[in-house]
């Protein structure tokens, strides 16, 4: 029995159709409705938290976890920049104020934007950029953090 052309692709659309219904709805950016239209630049991250079980699973993990990353942030660098400093307690003091600034971004939604630029003044050209993160229950102690810098 010969099916007629027109009812095969009337079938493979109805399929497609009805896969593409049942499909998951794309996820829009994290704190996207609080970046301005004119973004030359945008950036979205939803944060660790959300990521926890399927960051578990991913191919980054077991990359960090073969890696030695976690243990050249922990253990060389501060090493290296106290060498530097010549004081581990500015060390300390500078990676405690990094951590409490970083970590929020990290863990929580957060985005970056970049906007246009004017040089109408080139010796003061205006830059408009903006770091956000909704910290949730962190947000005083990134407010503080920042209050710092």
Same mark, same amino acid.
Request: aromatic letters at 10%.
């Given at each position: 029995m010969r099916f007629p052309a027109r009812?095969?692709?009337s079938a493979?659309?109805?399929?497609?159709a009805a896969r593409g219904a049942f499909a998951a709805a794309p996820q829009p950016a994290p704190l996207a409705d609080h970046v301005p239209a004119d973004a030359l630049l945008f950036f979205s991250w939803q944060g660790?938290? =959300?990521l926890?079980?399927?960051?578990a699973q991913s191919n980054l993990k077991g990359f960090l976890d073969a890696s030695t990353l976690p243990a050249f942030f922990s253990t060389t660098l501060p090493q290296i920049l106290g060498e530097k400093s010549g004081s581990p307690?500015?060390?300390a003091l500078a990676e405690a104020q990094a951590?409490?600034?970083l970590l929020p971004y990290w863990n929580h939604p957060a985005a970056l934007y970049v906007?246009?630029? =004017?040089?109408t003044d080139p010796n003061k050209p205006v830059f408009h950029?903006?770091?956000?993160?909704n910290a949730g229950k962190d947000a005083g102690r990134l407010n503080a953090a920042l209050q710092i810098v």
């Open positions: 009812r095969v692709v493979m659309f109805l399929a497609a660790a938290q =959300d926890a079980p399927a960051f307690q500015a060390v951590r409490a600034m906007g246009p630029s =004017d040089f950029a903006a770091l956000l993160c």
